[in-house]
Structures are given as C-alpha cells and as structure tokens.
T-cell receptor
Framework: SQTIHQWPATLVQPVGSPLSLECTVE??????LYWYRQAAGRGLQLLFY??????ISSEVPQNLSASRPQDRQFILSSKKLLLSDSGFYLC???????????FGQGTRLTVV | GDSVTQMEGPVTLSEEAFLTINCTYT??????LFWYVQYPGEGLQLLLK?????DKGSNKGFEATYRKETTSFHLEKGSVQVSDSAVYFC???????????FGAGTRLAVHP
C-alpha cells in the first residue's frame, strides 16, 4: 500500500535560519508531488509541484525552493527564513488521473 | 486559469441541522472534482469525489453532485454532528501533469 511520510511534525526556527522539510512516498512510482502551505486562518496555497525527478514548477515567487532528488522524495528548503514563512506545510502526492491526493500529516513551522 | 471558489466561513450550525457549502469552479476541459476535510491539527483527507458531469460523490452522509451546466460541486449533509466540525476544501484536478487546485476552505463548527 502507498504511504507518505513527512517530517518533522513541528519546527520552531529563528528568523534567518535555513529550512529543510522532507517528504517521501512509498508504494508507488513516478507520482506527482506537491508542497502546500496553510497560513493561520487561511486556505491552501500551492507552493511547488513536480511531475518527475528534477522537475519543479514554482507557483509563488518567494524565498522558498523545492527539489526532487529521487522519484519519491520531495524537499522544501529555504536559505533564510522570514517571519512570514510560518504556517502549516503539507506534502501530497497523486498518481494518474481521477485519483485522490494523499496528504502527509503536515509540519507546523513557527519562525520566531 | 483554473480556479475554485468556496463560500466563506465560518459556518456555525446546531447538531442535526442541514448543511450546504457552496463550491464553484472555472476550468477548461473536464476536471475531476473533490471535497477534502481537515480535522484540527491534521492533514487533509479525501471526503468524496466525482470524475464526470452528473456524477454524485457520497461518503459519511455527505453528498455532492458534479454540475457542469452551473460549474458547481456543492457539499450537502442532511444532519450534521459535532464530529463533523472541521475545515472543508473543494478542489479540482484538471488531469495529466497538472496541479491540484484547492478553494480557500470553509470552516464548519457544529454545536450540540
């Protein structure tokens, strides 16, 4: 069966520090992978999506970046965090058409 | 571009009341439509889906019908429970190598 792992669950980081959030998927090949952010009291904002290794599409220009070094690994990074980067980050995957998206449990990031 | 519009929340109801959460979409082609639910502190879970016009998705007493003529996918439940309190997201997937697009989410609070 397919599973998705996202870590860490909670993170508190000072302003200006780097960030690395990791997401891995098991049990499927060549999934579409997504990073979303949910700011407090707001909806889901698509940050990045990837349809294959090394292929990253950015939806919102900001100080975050994403990478997909392996087929089932998706990493969200920042060189210097801002206060506005605080939020709930969700990784998701889909495969094929007309199928559901599977979400990780999310990472709550607080930048202080 | 493709988009999803949901009614703003929060929606506050008494237990056993009838629920409607409106969702309309803009898309080229024939997208799949979804409702996701997010319980407090958790990631998103698929609630129901519909893949073509006039399809009705249903799960846990919730229903939504894919209406191409009105580009809508409204979520309904005849009798809500306190345990239904959550944030509900309408979403569309255009298919292929494409992004999953979410509405802003509607928070539902059900009181005993």
């Amino acid at each position: 069966s397919q599973t998705i792992h996202q870590w860490p669950a909670t993170l508190v980081q000072p302003v200006g520090s780097p960030l690395s959030l990791e997401c891995t998927v098991e049990g499927t090949s060549n999934p579409n992978l997504y990073w979303y952010r949910q700011a407090a009291g707001r909806g889901l904002q698509l940050l990045f999506y990837s349809v294959g290794i090394g292929q990253i599409s950015s939806e919102v220009p900001q100080n975050l970046s994403a990478s997909r070094p392996q087929d089932r690994q998706f990493i969200l990074s920042s060189k210097k965090l801002l206060l506005s980067d605080s939020g709930f980050y969700l990784c998701a995957w889909m495969w094929g058409e007309n199928t559901e998206a599977f979400f990780g449990q999310g990472t709550r990031l607080t930048v202080v | 571009g493709d988009s999803v519009t949901q009614m703003e929340g929060p929606v506050t109801l008494s237990e056993e009341a009838f629920l409607t959460i409106n969702c309309t979409y803009t898309a080229t082609g024939y997208p799949s439509l979804f409702w996701y639910v997010q319980y407090p502190g958790e990631g998103l879970q698929l609630l129901l889906k519909a893949t073509k016009a006039d399809d009705k998705g249903s799960n846990k007493g919730f229903e939504a019908t894919y209406r191409k003529e009105t580009t809508s996918f409204h979520l309904e439940k005849g009798s809500v429970q306190v345990s239904d309190s959550a944030v509900y997201f309408c979403a569309l997937f255009p298919g292929g190598y494409n992004k999953l697009i979410f509405g802003a989410g509607t928070r539902l609070a059900v009181h005993p």
